[in-house]
T-cell receptor, first 116, second 111 residues
Framework: SQTIHQWPATLVQPVGSPLSLECTVEGTSNPNLYWYRQAAGRGLQLLFYSVGIGQISSEVPQNLSASRPQDRQFILSSKKLLLSDSGFYLC???????????????FGQGTRLTVV | TQLLEQSPQFLSIQEGENLTVYCNSS?????LQWYRQEPGEGPVLLVT?????EVKKLKRLTFQFGDARKDSSLHITAAQPGDTGLYLCAGGANYGQNFVFGPGTRLSVLP
């Protein structure tokens, strides 16, 4: 079965500090990978998605970057955090194979980031 | 950019009542999904609808995809407190492209 791991679960960081959130998927190959941010009680804002190693698409200009060094690893980073970067960050994967174009997304447990 | 709208934004009902929430877009989607999210957790996939006019049932939940594949509805029969949560719809045009979510409907079912 497929599983997705995202860590850490909570993080408190000072303004100006760097950030690295990691997400790994097990039990599937060549997944599409996604990073979302969710403000309190609101919907999900797509930040980045990736269809393969080293292939990153950015949806929103921001203080963040993403990388995919391995097929099932997706990393969200920042060099200097801003207060506005606080939020609930979610990693997700979908099947990439055309047979599964109607595949929904499967989410990690999320990281609650508070920038102070 | 494809956008999804959901209504109502908030809904508070008594246990046993029926309800319907909506997901609408001006764009055509190849598929739409519905998720339920509880506080502090990631969304959990409930269902995927693919064919225009398709109806799917999951126990007391009935999902329908519009004929033009631009909208969807979720109907809950005899709501229970365990149905409380944020209901999100999501969709995409093709694999590999971005996968967008609506803002959600926050449902509260009171005992």
């Amino acid at each position: 079965s497929q599983t997705i791991h995202q860590w850490p679960a909570t993080l408190v960081q000072p303004v100006g500090s760097p950030l690295s959130l990691e997400c790994t998927v097990e039990g599937t190959s060549n997944p599409n990978l996604y990073w979302y941010r969710q403000a309190a009680g609101r919907g999900l804002q797509l930040l980045f998605y990736s269809v393969g190693i080293g292939q990153i698409s950015s949806e929103v200009p921001q203080n963040l970057s993403a990388s995919r060094p391995q097929d099932r690893q997706f990393i969200l980073s920042s060099k200097k955090l801003l207060l506005s970067d606080s939020g609930f960050y979610l990693c997700a994967w979908r099947y990439r194979d055309r047979v599964f174009t109607s595949s929904g997304a499967f989410f990690g447990q999320g990281t609650r980031l508070t920038v102070v | 950019t494809q956008l999804l709208e959901q209504s109502p934004q908030f809904l508070s009902i008594q246990e046993g009542e029926n309800l319907t929430v909506y997901c609408n877009s001006s764009s055509v989607f190849s598929s739409l999904q519905w998720y339920r999210q509880e506080p502090g957790e990631g969304p959990v996939l409930l269902v995927t609808v693919v064919t225009g006019g398709e109806v799917k049932k999951l126990k007391r939940l009935t999902f329908q995809f519009g004929d033009a594949r631009k909208d969807s509805s979720l109907h809950i029969t005899a709501a229970q407190p365990g149905d409380t949560g944020l209901y999100l719809c999501a969709g995409g045009a093709n694999y590999g492209q971005n996968f967008v979510f609506g803002p959600g409907t926050r449902l509260s079912v009171l005992p």
